[in-house]
């Protein structure tokens, strides 16, 4: 089956750095679409980041941009989010999303980033 799992979370100042990565396992990575999402307390779900099967064409939200950075490798089957410059805001968990061309959508567990002084 498909499997998502994300790991590099964590807890850093403001102004610090996390590297998230996703490995995804049961899917032809390559062919995949992939997200990132964030979900704080208290609120809904948002998109991040998302990329092209190929990485040819990224999108970010706005209040990220210039800051967070994703990625992918499909030799290793793994998706990436480079986070700099992190602000008390950005406090959420994350998740990876892989989105199938018929419109099935796959999720990782989520992984905890806390940004606090």
């Known amino acids: 089956q498909v499997q998502l799992v994300e790991s590099g979370g964590g807890s850093v100042q403001p102004g610090g750095s996390l590297r998230l990565s996703c490995v995804v396992s049961g899917f032809t990575f390559s062919m995949a679409v992939m997200r990132w999402y964030r979900q704080a307390p208290g609120k809904e779900r948002e998109l991040v980041a998302r990329i092209s099967s190929s990485g040819g064409i990224i999108n970010t939200i706005d209040s990220v941009k210039g800051r967070f950075t994703i990625s992918r490798d499909n030799a290793k089957n793994t998706l990436y989010l480079q986070m700099n410059s992190l602000k008390p805001d950005d406090t959420a968990v994350y998740y990876c999303?892989?989105?199938?061309?018929?419109?099935?959508?796959?999720w990782g567990q989520g992984t905890q980033v806390t940004v606090s002084s």
């Open positions: 999303n892989l989105h199938t061309d018929w419109g099935a959508d796959y």
